[in-house]
């Protein structure tokens, strides 16, 4: 039993690290900062995806009083200029919502007395629109993506308990990809394609190829597994490669 606990509080360690990894090396992780202007801090956060319901809204926080901005942005090889309003925590610009997959390319301009703030310095910031999705669904397509990598783990894991449960977990860890890939993950990419509703998106657009991989892999992995042919270097490889191919994606 305390083995146990201490199996799956290290699969959860790992998928903590995992996902925090993955969320920082993306390359859709925004671009952050903060600097000083006569000692006092301002900080921004320039997203490169929305998927706002609205408009996309920007925020800069500081508590300088006289401070100032501007977004620059363009959209068609046509610059536009939106101001920033004061808030109560520093400045705020709203840019109209895009239909799903536009473009635009940003940068902020900051002033304050005679001082000016490019943000960021000789180049623009790539946002991409997407469509607004449900909380349910968000948090349905969490539970099963980070679910079947926590149970990958403890697949992984479960070779060095003399793979007791191992049958068990590879057969929940495919039900778990099963379900992502055939139901929620194309219900997510409806809404995130602003499709629901309006048009039928092709298979291609539903499906995500890694994930089809994956399930594949799983699929064929428990089979050998149950059938006790090369478990260890199996669980090994297919574990491994749907880490890969998480990052990956």
């Known amino acids: 039993m305390k083995n146990e606990i201490i199996l799956w509080i290290s699969s959860l360690i790992l998928v903590f690290l995992i996902g925090y990894i993955k969320s920082i090396t993306d390359k859709d992780y925004p671009i952050t900062g903060t600097f000083g202007i006569e000692g006092k801090k301002v900080s ?11 408009y996309y809204k920007n925020i800069i926080i500081s508590d300088i009083q006289k401070l100032n ?54 180049e623009f910031v790539t946002l991409i629109f997407w469509g607004n999705i449900p909380s349910p669904v968000k948090i349905l397509h969490f539970i099963f993506l980070y679910g079947g990598i926590l149970m990958s783990i403890r697949c992984l894991l479960e070779l060095f308990n003399q793979r007791k449960n191992l049958k068990k977990y590879a057969f929940i860890t495919t039900a778990l990809f099963i379900v992502l890939t055939t139901l929620i993950h194309p219900l997510y990419n409806s809404y995130k394609l602003g499709a629901l509703n309006k048009n039928i998106p092709s298979i291609t657009q539903l499906l995500e190829v890694s994930f089809l991989v994956i399930l594949f892999l799983w699929i064929i992995g428990t089979v050998l597994i149950f059938n006790k042919k090369y478990v260890t270097p199996v669980t090994l490889f297919v574990v491994s490669v749907t880490i890969l191919i998480f990052f990956l994606n």
């Open 44 to 54: 921004y956060k320039l997203d490169k995806i929305s998927f706002d319901k609205d």
């Open 69 to 122: 901005g501007k977004m620059i942005w363009i959209i068609n090889n046509e610059q536009r200029e939106t101001a920033y309003k004061i808030i109560e925590r520093g400045l705020e610009c709203k840019i109209p919502k895009l239909n799903p997959g536009q473009k635009i390319k940003y940068k902020v301009i900051l002033e304050y007395n005679d001082k000016t703030f490019e943000i960021p310095e000789n």
